[in-house]
């Protein structure tokens, strides 16, 4: 079964719309760690934010928010005002502690910001 | 200069050759990861090595082997190129406990 799910394929937008790329998990521990990754078209893969399963705050970073809910197991990414440079590939991982912190990453989602 | 280095950038190979990619860290980082990237697949898990003597099958290894030289140096061999082994190739680091993985650039391989 698939630990992480990213349902959306590929998304399209205008610049300057909000966007938020799903994200939903599936875990049987109590400790894990859910992180989000974006690979532009240039192709490495950027770290953008890790949540731990204890902290369940929202947070925010400029154009950039993370809605985290356990009780849906969901890490939803929204940009707001999205931008062309946001164009790119955004992945979901997961990493459990009782599995030596393997991580589980998501199919991913492909964002593309329409100027 | 990159944390985390892969070599090389690009590589065309003909099927039934054998290939080495290879990494190198200046994070100090102890474990080391392999991971192979299809489009719609994501990435996916190779081999990990947790430290020198340590080494790892993650959730594709066949066709493929590692070998950890040094804490800071981890390659990848295909022993026999095959075609469906076209992918781009990432190698990753991890400091302990919960950190992030932190990425090379990648190596764009094509068996032809």
């Known amino acids: 079964a698939q630990k992480v799910t990213q349902a959306q394929t590929e998304i399209s937008v205008v610049e300057k719309e909000d966007v938020t790329l799903d994200c939903v998990y599936e875990?049987?521990?109590?400790?894990?760690?859910l992180f989000w990754y974006k690979q532009p078209p240039s192709g490495e893969l950027v770290f953008l934010i890790r949540?731990?399963?204890?902290?369940?705050q929202n947070e925010i970073s400029g154009r950039y928010s993370w809605n985290f809910q356990k009780s849906t197991s969901s890490f939803n990414f929204t940009i707001t005002a999205s931008q062309v440079v946001d164009s790119a590939v955004y992945f979901c991982?997961?990493?459990?502690?009782?599995?030596?912190?393997?991580?589980?990453f998501g199919t991913g989602t492909s964002l593309t910001v329409i100027p | 200069d990159a944390d985390v280095t892969q070599t090389p950038r690009n590589r065309i190979t003909k099927t039934g050759k054998r290939i080495m990619l290879e990494c190198s860290q200046t994070?100090?980082?102890?474990?080391m990861y392999w991971y192979r990237q299809d489009p719609g697949l994501g990435l996916r898990l190779i081999y990990y090595?947790?430290?020198?003597?340590?080494?790892n099958k993650g959730e594709i290894s066949d066709g493929y082997s590692v070998s950890r030289q040094a804490q800071a140096k981890f390659s990848l061999s295909l022993e026999s190129a095959i075609p469906n082994q076209t992918a781009l190739y990432f190698c990753?680091?991890?400091?302990?406990?919960?950190?992030?993985?932190?990425f090379g650039n990648g190596t764009r391989l094509t068996v032809t």
């Open positions: 990753a680091t991890r400091d302990r406990g919960s950190s992030p993985l932190h």
């Open positions: 875990t049987r521990d109590t400790t894990y760690y």
């Open positions: 949540r731990n399963s204890f902290d369940e």
């Open positions: 991982a997961l990493s459990e502690a009782y599995t030596g912190n393997q991580f589980y």
């Open positions: 994070k100090g980082h102890d474990r």
């Open positions: 090595s947790f430290d020198v003597k340590d080494i």
